[in-house]
């Protein structure tokens, strides 16, 4: 079987997980929900960053034959990267940003490197781990009622991607359309187009002024 000699390794990071039990569990609060956040910068440079959820990312590419998380972290350079460049592909593939119909110029991906990718994969690993072994030692309530939880801990089942680019050429105002790859599921999108002042000091101060709507 190809995943028998994953073993050994699989192993080492079940007993790894279980020598965490002590420490601060992973944060069950905090927004768990893929994102996307559209800005225009210069009236023509736009920058969306998607936060997503890697392992249904992961689950929905591989619906035919999913793959064991516990595998998944476990798995060679090369076969994660395989798995890295799927999730590359759906992107590149399926996701389209258009004002008044006109395509993104000079649109380029951003993606995290490999290391940062499996790193991603073992903490989640790692999570499910303590979970369950929290789970049988009745700790669970305990886990819920806390309310510490780093930044880190928030993140730590979602990956990033950014996308950039510039809107058309004599296109600054009209209909926006982005179309996601269907593999993410639900997500929430904020849109906003930030204005920059350069501003002079006079006798007294540095006075910024924002009218709020």
């Known amino acids: 079987m190809k995943y028998k000699s994953m073993i050994p390794g699989l192993i080492k990071l079940l007993l790894t997980g279980l020598l965490l039990l002590n420490s601060i569990g992973v944060g069950a609060h905090g927004l768990k929900i893929n994102t996307a956040q559209v800005n225009i910068r210069n009236d023509n440079h736009m920058i969306v960053r998607i936060r997503y959820d890697l ?117 600054s105002n009209g209909n926006l359309a982005i179309d996601f790859p269907l593999e993410l599921g639900e997500i929430m999108v904020t849109y906003s187009k930030p204005v920059s002042q350069t501003l002079k000091a006079d006798a007294n101060t540095i006075r910024y002024r924002q009218v709020i709507h």
Do not use: C, W, Y
């Not at 595998?71 to 258009?98: C, G, H, P, T």
């Not at 781990?129 to 309530?141: C, D, E, L």
């Open 55 to 171: 392992m249904h990312f992961l689950h929905q590419l591989n619906q035919e034959k999913p793959l064991p998380l516990a595998f998944l972290a476990n798995m060679s350079d090369q076969q994660l990267e395989q798995q890295f460049e799927r999730i590359k592909a759906a992107f590149r593939d399926n996701l389209s940003i258009r004002l008044n119909n006109k395509p993104l110029q000079s649109m380029q991906f951003r993606f995290n490197s490999l290391p940062r990718f499996r790193a991603k994969i073992r903490e989640q690993f790692m999570q499910q781990t303590r979970q369950q072994a929290m789970q049988k030692n009745g700790q669970n309530k305990q886990q819920k009622k806390s309310q510490t939880h780093s930044h880190d801990d928030q993140q730590q089942t979602f990956h990033m991607v950014n996308v950039d680019g510039f809107l058309p050429a004599n296109h």
